[in-house]
């Protein structure tokens, strides 16, 4: 099975040999060159609703275009897309609560884990904020999760961790109170589909922004999944230091 980076090399080496013509600048015939982007294609694939493109710098995928992309990458047997067989994305069921406690405990140390207390007041108030992965292999089991409240402040506070009556449904900002996966099922790519799936489901539902706080380490891999660094945040958390970081969703 390939890895994901080998994936991307095998593609772009693909591409190039299906979209490659001779570009007539060299003395000799050259079949290699490449436009790096295949314009037809491009309007193709919006034609067909796999992709939108609004004729800026980026185009973005449809729903149809990611099933279409995850068919596509099984057959070349990607590792990555069999995600969606195997594991479910879904909000919290109140039943379920026990088994987040028992991960968060797992992910974090006790400095920074949040108390079954808060969780379970979190559960009750904003479950359709708190978004689980399910191991269909596995009985169901959770094995991951990412939450969050909403409210209309801007800045992250420590607060919104002890505090479950700051969520506002309305809120245009969601504060990530948490994003775990188990040991077990790490660097599987499960935590960008879960932070991917969040950012498309609140988009939707008309959110600004995401906020989170994380440890230095860890800015690199939130940048990869499209948040912007604001710089050391105020909350002292654990007695640690932490950064701000947001994602923005409608402007
Ligand atoms: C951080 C955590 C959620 C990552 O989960 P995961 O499912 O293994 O992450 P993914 O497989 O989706 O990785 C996505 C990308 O982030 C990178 N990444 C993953 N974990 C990382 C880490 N601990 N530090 C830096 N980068 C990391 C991966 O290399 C990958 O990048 P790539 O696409 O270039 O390969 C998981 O390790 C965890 O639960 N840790 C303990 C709790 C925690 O720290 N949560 C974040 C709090 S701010």
Redesign the pocket.
Known sequence: MRT??EAIDDMILALMYLTRFNDGEGRTFNELAWKNYDFDAIDRLDKEDLIINPKNKYAYLTEKGRERARRMLSELDVKEPGIYKRFEFCEIKPELSDEVVKIEQI??PPNEACTPEHMKARIKVAPDLFLVIKDRENDGKIV?FLNGIATNERIFRDEFFTDESLHEPDGETVMIM????LPE?????????LVFNYCRKEQARGRKRLV????K??I??YR?FGFDDLGESASEWGGEKWHEMEIRLNF
């Open positions: 994901r980076e992910c974090f991951g948490g994003l775990d996966v099922y790490r660097k599987m790519g499960l935590a960008r589909e989170l706080t994380c440890h380490e860890k690199k891999m990869k």
